[in-house]
């Protein structure tokens, strides 16, 4: 049974930074796609960052890019997704994603593509 589970998830002002990870088990971890998505309240769920299994490939929403940062650390079976300046906009539940197809940026952005899903961790933004 694949099991991803989120942590770090809070509250932050803005400008401030925070950091959450997603612990994944059941799952060949080294060779899945990870992503991160969230979805704010009544909106429809989007796309934050995505890792190839190897690290090296990374796309990330152009909301994002420069302030969010996302890793993997595959001995541990682990992703995580670094944030800074955050913004009110940022607030929203973070999910977790695991994808099983082979890397293409073409379809990481696709909440429909990830297999997986964590169940997700709230990050709320002050003013």
């Known amino acids: 049974q694949v099991q991803l589970v989120e942590s770090g998830g809070g509250l932050v002002q803005a400008g401030g930074s925070l950091s959450l990870s997603c612990a994944a088990s059941?799952?060949?971890?080294?060779?899945?796609?990870m992503g991160w998505f969230r979805q704010a309240p009544g909106k429809e769920r989007e796309f934050v960052a995505a890792i190839s299994w190897s690290g090296i490939s990374i796309n990330y929403a152009d909301s994002v890019k420069g302030r969010f940062t996302i890793s993997r650390d595959n001995a541990k079976k682990t992703v995580s997704l670094q944030m800074i300046s955050l913004k009110r906009e940022d607030a929203a539940v973070y999910y977790c994603a695991a994808g099983v197809r082979s890397w293409s940026v073409a379809w990481t952005a696709l909440p429909n593509e990830y297999r997986y899903w964590g169940q997700g961790t709230q990050v709320t933004v002050s003013s």
């Open positions: 059941g799952l060949t971890f080294r060779s899945a796609v």
